[in-house]
């Protein structure tokens, strides 16, 4: 439960000013924190940092493990510092201002990989033991997936040889042996991720700033976490989803959503103590200060639509886990900070199990305006002390491309009458930071583009759409001292330093 008022910036590790095509954990990454002191801002809130699949065009909700960290983040330029790599082999290549992950992959990944294997020649300390062993519960098998993911040329792990899609443990020991070298550069860029991150962290402590995370609620069927555990999916004997996870239409998509994700076979989960879910909220808890649970409705109950529908409109509504999974979830981590992302379409059960667990919901500004209903819970006055006041979401377009291409006349009046004075394209977007901020909600957060007044050319995701998202990043002139000073004496005004 929140119960000091502060405030924070929403600002995904991929959007930071970078050299190499991406933002990462160096040192732009320590300027931010940086700035967010100077703002008088108490959070940073990311979203999920876990690997993603070549096939997801970026998406942070495709990790291929819930545990494993996304390499394309570690700094190139703190590894050269460690000797891993040279200047000549660090210097900048000339990217854009967005992120194109194809060629960041391509160009970063074969550094990494260059890095790697400069370490496994090199004497290794005992800090890489000791992370190796702390890890192994996830890390072993991680490793070994991303080494058969890349020998059998990315195939769906489904499709791999019987023996090891079904994990007989005389071919697991096999593969072992015949990858070990892929195995052991895969161990080494987890634990340089990992350091650069915990040393990140531990700075912006020193700073005053905490970390919020992300944790999606489900995984991708290729990932590390279904191929180790089948029996916690609804699979079909050759290891495929027989249905896959989506969402029903909504304020985000008018046909719905559909994931493809497999969907969680909770009698399962249930049966074997939420162990997996334990151990996946651990971690999590432990690379951040607080975490939102990404649809958390889900667990209430899900929408679950048939393998192979191409629209999620054909699918229904299932019973999720409710009160059980959360007081197992609730009873063995230690002081758990978790907000509920209670967006979509939310019913009484879901609204009771927040209020039960005293869960922090999320109220999202851009939602306020919809059809002027006053008992709208968006909407700053019917905001409650524990909540997150959002302007918008990383699924929004940004206030301003809201209001410029999307805000109907009805919502640009009723904004105008709520506010007592006209918006314009210049003066929405911080109108709506105000709001936030002056709002009863204990915690405000502040997507950066809309901290910028930035327009749709900066929206991070369009839900629904598989390409052309989670590419913007900043430039580094427009993090400086001039913003640091609006946002901190906004800050100042509303009690929120």
């Known amino acids: 439960m929140l119960n000091r008022r502060s405030s924070g910036i929403l600002m995904h590790i991929t959007s ?48 291929i493990s819930t545990f494993a960290m996304n390499t394309l983040l570690i700094s190139l330029e703190m590894l050269h510092c460690e000797g891993l790599l ?27 990989l260059k890095a790697a294997e400069r370490y496994v020649t090199s004497q290794k300390d005992g800090r890489f033991e000791q992370f190796c062993e702390e890890e192994a519960g996830w890390l072993d098998d991680f490793a070994l997936f991303v080494a058969l993911s890349d020998a059998f040329d990315g195939r769906e792990w489904s499709d791999w040889p019987k023996e090891l899609r079904d994990r007989h443990a005389d071919s697991l020991q096999a593969a072992r042996q015949e990858h070990k070298e892929a195995i052991a550069k895969q161990k080494v860029l987890q634990y340089l991720a990992v350091s650069q991150w915990r040393k990140l962290k531990a700075y912006c402590h020193e700073q005053g700033v905490k970390m919020i995370g992300d ?81 958390f409705r889900g667990f209430a109950g899900y929408w679950e ?25 609730l009873a063995r981590i230690e002081s758990p900070s978790i907000i509920a992302e209670d967006l979509g379409v939310i019913t009484a059960d879901v609204r009771e199990l927040i209020a039960k667990f005293r869960l922090p919901s999320m109220k999202v500004l851009l ?16 905001h409650m002390p524990n909540s997150v006041v959002y302007t918008g979401t990383h699924d929004n377009n940004t206030v301003r491309g809201w209001w410029e291409k999307e805000a109907t006349k009805g919502e640009k009046r009723r904004l105008d009458d709520y506010m007592g004075r006209e918006m314009t394209a210049e003066t929405v977007a911080w109108e ?18 809309d901290a910028l007044g930035l327009g ?9 759409r598989v390409r052309g998202n989670w590419k913007w990043r900043a430039r580094s002139e427009e993090l400086g001292n001039e913003l640091a000073a609006k946002l901190r004496h906004i800050t100042e005004i509303y009690d929120r330093v």
């Not at 709208?376 to 019917?382: A, D, E, G």
């Not at 405000?444 to 583009?449: E, F, K, L, R, Y």
């Open 456 to 464: 749709a050319e900066a929206r991070m995701n369009h839900p629904g």
């Open 215 to 295: 944790v999606p609620i489900y995984v991708i069927h290729h990932s590390a976490d279904v191929w180790v555990h089948p029996e916690l999916f609804k699979l079909d004997r050759n290891r495929r989803p027989t249905v896959i996870g989506g969402v029903p239409p909504d304020m985000f998509s008018k046909t719905g959503q559909l994931w493809g994700t497999p969907v969680y076979d909770w009698e399962a989960a249930q049966k074997e103590g939420y162990q997996w879910w334990l151990a996946r909220m651990a971690m999590n808890l432990r690379v951040f200060d607080m975490v939102r649970l990404d649809h």
């Open 86 to 112: 040279g200047i000549d082999e660090i210097q900048p290549d000339g990217a854009s201002d967005g992120v194109d992950y194809a060629s960041v992959t391509r160009h970063k990944g074969s550094l990494l």
């Open 16 to 63: 930071l000013p970078a050299t190499h095509g991406i933002g990462d954990f160096g040192p732009q990454a320590y300027k931010f924190a940086d700035l967010l002191k100077s703002a008088g801002q108490g959070y940073w809130q990311v979203l999920p940092l876990n690997p993603v699949g070549p096939m997801h065009h970026g998406s942070p909700y495709s990790g």
């Open 432 to 449: 709506f930071v105000r709001m936030a901020m002056m709002s009863s909600s204990m915690l405000a957060v502040i997507p950066m583009q």
């Open 305 to 329: 639509v048939p393998a192979g529908e191409e629209v999620a409109i054909k699918g229904q509504w299932m019973p999720g886990p409710g009160e059980d999974f959360l007081k197992a979830i």
């Open 367 to 382: 939602f306020a305006f919809d059809e002027g209903d006053r008992s709208s819970t968006y909407l700053p006055h019917n």
